[in-house]
């Protein structure tokens, strides 16, 4: 290791490897031209040079110069940096007189790959031209490149001598969005742009049970507000996800999703749960396991593949015990349906806000006065609560690039 440094360090001055410089025959190498390492050769003028680059499959050809008058042959693309080898040796011979060797550490691959610039804003549905850029300027060089599905992500290559490649996004989905590089070094580069709604116009379907009522009231007059807005509420009062002799949510969900295209799915569900899914009565392992899949279906089916973002309300703890044995295990059934989706399927914890720690409160402090924010029956979401929850709804839709200040 000691060795190893002290070469490196006369490399970088450009003094030639002590161990096997011969007289007569000089090589320096050095690093100074970005991407590439440069050789210097002196020895006998008409003398015949070979410099070969020592690698672990044994001696490579670089270059055969025949040095001039002067005794010194300048070469300054010798041999392109390398991802995978940045200590490099190189060593020149002539016939019968000995030879010299140098050795140089080129810069590590971190930070090599870029994009070049996005537009600040795009239309969903378009297709923006990305550009990946060595900034070595040499190529050979691949990196992978995501949208924001991660799993659709794509391997750039950039071919020997070239700077740059380019790689085809459709943008699928509005909002704020990000493309990310992978680079050789397992760096990471992200760039940011905001897609706005294919239509023109942002489509919210705000649905649930009774419990979207009044907040889907109050964000639907926020939206509007604050620019052009398809708003559609629908509320399936009495229904659950585990009540599909009443009503199928799974079914809706498709057939909702594919007539009306929202960009944004609010759903707020789950007070009328408990309900036994076939031999699985509520509440326990195996019934949070069928509730998953069947609500996992419903974002997957809202998501439309990944052009749209679903914002899910959890369930506020309520004042009844009863009804707490099943709110407790619908938001663990929700957190697992959740969990890995590709698509952009956010959870929106409105215990954090209103029963902090899981436990109830009737009134909170709110703008600097106490509010009573649930209804009586210690479950529903009072007008002033609905309100509340409808800011916080709008925020994280503001925080993704989905709605206007």
Same mark, same amino acid.
């Given at each position: 290791m000691r060795l190893a440094a002290v070469l490196i360090a006369l490399a970088t001055l450009g003094l030639a490897d002590p161990a096997t410089a011969a007289a007569g025959v000089g090589l320096q190498a050095t690093r100074a031209e970005v991407g590439w390492v440069s050789l210097r050769v002196t020895g006998p003028a008409g003398a015949t040079v070979t410099i070969t680059e020592t690698a672990p499959a044994g001696a490579q050809p670089v270059a055969t110069v025949a040095l001039p008058a002067t005794g010194t042959v300048a070469l300054a693309h010798a041999a392109p940096w390398r991802c995978d080898r940045r200590v490099r040796r190189f060593v020149a011979t002539v016939v019968g007189s000995g030879g010299a060797a140098a050795t140089v550490a080129t810069p590590s691959c971190r930070g090599r790959l870029a994009l070049g610039r996005l537009p600040r804003r795009v239309r969903a549905g378009r297709v923006v031209v990305v550009r990946v850029i060595d900034r070595w300027r040499v190529g050979d060089v691949a990196g992978r490149a995501c949208p924001p599905v991660p799993d659709r992500c794509a391997d750039v290559r950039l071919a020997a001598g070239r700077r740059s490649a380019t790689w085809r996004l459709r943008i699928a989905r509005a909002g704020r969005l990000a493309v990310t590089l992978h680079g050789p070094a397992g760096d990471v580069v992200r760039r940011a742009l905001l897609a706005t709604p294919a239509s023109g116009r942002l489509r919210v379907l705000a649905t649930g049970d009774s419990m979207i009522q009044l907040v889907d009231t109050d964000l639907a007059a926020r939206l509007h507000a604050?620019?052009?807005?398809?708003?559609?509420?629908?509320?399936r009062i009495a229904s659950g996800i585990s009540k599909p002799f009443l009503f199928d949510w799974v079914a809706l969900a498709r057939r909702t999703a594919r007539r009306m295209r929202p960009d944004v799915t609010v759903v707020f569900l789950g007070a009328n749960d408990g309900y036994s899914f076939a031999d699985a009565p509520c509440c326990g392992a195996?019934?949070? @396991? &069928?509730? =998953?899949? @069947? &609500?996992? =279906?419903m974002m997957v089916a809202y998501a439309r593949g990944g052009a749209a973002s679903v914002l899910w309300l959890l369930l506020p703890a309520p004042r009844s015990a009863a009804f707490r044995q099943v709110f407790v295990p619908v938001n663990r059934a929700l957190r697992r349906a959740a969990r890995g989706?590709?698509?952009?399927?956010?959870?929106?914890d409105l215990g954090?806000?209103?029963t902090p720690g899981g436990r109830f409160r009737a009134t909170m402090r709110w703008g600097g006065r106490t509010v009573a924010v649930r209804q009586a029956d210690g479950v529903h979401l009072s007008a002033a609560g609905a309100r509340i929850a409808a800011s916080i709804v709008l925020?994280?839709?503001r925080r993704d690039g989905l709605a206007g200040s």
């Open positions: 604050a620019g052009p807005t398809r708003f559609r509420s629908d509320a195996a019934w949070v @396991r &069928a509730y =998953a899949r @069947r &609500a996992r =279906a989706l590709r698509e952009p399927v956010r959870l929106v954090r806000t209103f925020a994280r839709m």
